[in-house]
């Protein structure tokens, strides 16, 4: 008998997404491999170059006509992002919305600001003219995150699409449907130009694979690991990269500052989408005197919130379940640390929801204060002053944004 060794297991042509509330699946979808997306690259550069002559008022009506067909089937999008995500269907229209308004500005905005315009000259060209002229890249590579799987995307998506670039957009593997639809409504806007905009899809090797296909630049959306992991690549192709990568954003209340209004915007930054945003509400630094007014306020608000997906649920379950184990991770070692829990704590996490959680008196040093949770958790400790909360806010590597509430716009912007 001779030893053999096996075939190489046959590469998955398609994957099945599934509703995070319940596991049900979804939808087959394709995995694109490296063919698939280099076909997609070249179809895209083709019709970028006639994209990137029409004037720009023409790119504009064409990308309005878009919009206005994204907003006739704001309900279809809507749907097929709250079946994805698990999120709330209002949450779903409102991101939908907030899609729209994206792309709306890119399109109106985009000749004003990139229009050529007179500069300056240096000291050695006194004698001569000059002018800025902004040309467009070519082939835009989009990888898009699962949390907010319409609107993000969009940020990169409507924008280089208005400053006469094409757009190849990988999504997570938990959100394909709402790009292909994306994707799709906008050939049906814009018919004449086929492959201007398209999705590929599949995991992390269809995104390598678009890391590696020659766009111009690209965009990514997600954690710090995989940003890593991507930017190496574009480092190998010598590719521009822009990456945004999470947030453990803070919020300073002072002593004069509007507790209602305070605990309200906390809430919902901190809840909303089921804290699983990058912009999100995850630390609150309250100066001392105010700080237990202000803990009952958040927790009374946030002891009310009603999971599910239905018209009266606050948030959806978790989209990703592995995230699961990093926010029970993070609560069950700060309350080991000395945390108090105000609302929930370890027992608040039972798949697929978690539900909200309140801690206080978190070290310094402790997850829950220093990585990103991306989970319904926020933690509103005590300072002595607005110094040390500013200093204790900055305490961070993340740096994606913050947000105080006083008394005078004065003691916010000093």
Known sequence: MTDTAPDAAPRATTFTTRAPATGAPLAEHPVC???????????????????????????????????????????????????????????????????????GWAARNADPVLRRRRVRTGLFTVHQRASLVHRPLG????????????????????????????????????????????AALFDEAVPAHAGLFTAVTGAAATGEALARSGVDKLAFTGSPG????????????????LAECG????????????????????????????????AGVERVYAVREIHEALCERVVRRAGALRP??????????????GQLETVARHVTEAV??????????????????????????????????????????????????????????NDSRYALGAAVFCGSRRTGAA
């Open 226 to 241: 995989t940003a890593r992991k991507v930017m190496a690549v574009c480092a190998e192709t010598l590719t521009p990269f």
């Open 336 to 393: 080991s640390s000395g945390a108090r829990t105000l609302l929930g704590g370890p027992e608040s996490v039972r798949a697929p929801y978690v539900a909200p959680v309140v801690l206080t008196g978190a070290p310094a040093d402790s997850a829950a204060m220093t990585e990103e949770t991306f989970g319904p958790v926020v933690a509103v400790d005590a300072v002595a002053d607005v110094d040390e909360a500013v200093a204790r806010a």
């Open 33 to 103: 491999g490296p063919e698939e997306v280099a076909g997609a690259v070249a179809r895209a550069r083709q019709a970028q170059e006639e994209w990137a002559v029409l004037p720009a008022a023409r790119r504009r009506e064409r990308l309005l006509r878009w919009k206005r067909v994204l907003a006739r089937e704001l309900g279809t999008v809507a749907r097929t992002v709250a079946e994805e995500t698990g999120k709330p269907a209002g949450d779903a229209e409102l991101e939908v919305v907030l899609t729209l308004e994206h792309l």
């Open 308 to 321: 599910g997906s239905g018209g009266d649920a606050h948030y959806g379950p978790m989209t990703l379940p």
């Open 139 to 182: 082939v835009v590579g989009v990888i898009g995150p699962w949390n907010y799987p319409c609107y993000t995307p969009m940020g990169s998506i409507g924008y280089a699409l208005a400053a006469g670039n094409a757009v190849v957009l990988k999504p997570s593997e938990l959100t394909p449907g709402t790009a292909l639809l994306l």
């Open 247 to 278: 947030g453990k954003d803070a919020v300073i209340v002072t002593a004069d500052a509007d507790l209602d209004a305070a605990a309200d915007a906390i809430v919902w930054g901190a809840f909303g989408n089921a804290g699983q945003t990058c």
